[in-house]
Antibody
């Protein structure tokens, strides 16, 4: 059974750094793309970026380029989303999701989400 | 960047009735269109990909149709567990910034 398990909720202050994780199991982690999707409170889904853990090929939506960093450690089947300096506007639920196709494809499995709250 | 527009924003339907949700792309996305269901407090779930192919385990009452710029998700007979928000997503073009529509909330009438 394919599973994506994300790290727990975080409460941070503006300016702090953060790295959240997404651990895959039940499939070949290096063979599927892992994407990140943002959902701000009460809002819709936003495609942020995606990584192919097999070779760390990473693509970012222009809206998120330079704002976040996506990485992966294939030795532990885990993808990451990180911020170097959080803003209040980063408060959102963040989902990781897998894609078996190309870097522009649908997401077939989703993590449970990580709630990030940024507040002074 | 392609813009996906869903309508209506909210759809009020009685249990057992048919629900028809629309998704329009600002330019052709061929059949590279997916539908997701999201219930409160849950992650999205893939329902349909390739515009009309049901994902594994999705009941037959969910069907998708369309190609190019106009797409429809139909729920033939709404069950209580189907009341949720539904999103369409195009995966034909880069950049995917506007990949997802804004969602349609299906609520109990």
């Amino acid at each position: 059974e394919v599973q994506l398990v994300q790290s727990g909720a975080e409460v941070k202050k503006p300016g702090e750094s953060l790295k959240i994780s997404c651990k895959g199991s039940g499939y070949s982690f290096t063979s599927y793309w892992i994407g990140w999707v943002r959902q701000m409170p009460g809002k819709g889904l936003e495609w942020m970026g995606i990584i192919y853990p097999g070779d760390s090929d990473t693509r970012y939506s222009p809206s998120f380029q330079g704002q976040v960093t996506i990485s992966a450690d294939k030795s532990i089947s885990t993808a990451y989303l990180q911020w170097s300096s959080l803003k209040a506007s980063d408060t959102a639920m963040y989902y990781c999701a897998s894609s078996r196709g190309d870097y522009v494809d649908y997401f077939d499995y989703w993590g449970q989400g990580t709630l990030v709250t940024v507040s002074s | 960047e392609i813009v996906m527009t869903q309508s209506p924003a909210t759809l009020s339907v009685s249990p057992g009735e048919r629900a028809t949700l629309s998704c329009r792309a600002s330019q052709s996305v061929s059949s590279n269109l997916a539908w997701y269901q999201q219930k409160p407090g849950q992650a999205p779930r893939l329902l349909i990909y390739g515009a009309s192919t049901r994902a594994t385990g999705i009941p037959a009452r969910f069907s998708g149709s369309g190609s190019g710029t106009e797409f429809t998700l139909t729920i033939s007979s709404l069950q209580s567990e189907d009341f949720a928000v539904y999103y369409c997503q195009q995966y034909n073009n880069w950049p995917p910034g506007g990949a997802f529509g804004q969602g349609t909330k299906v609520e109990i009438k």
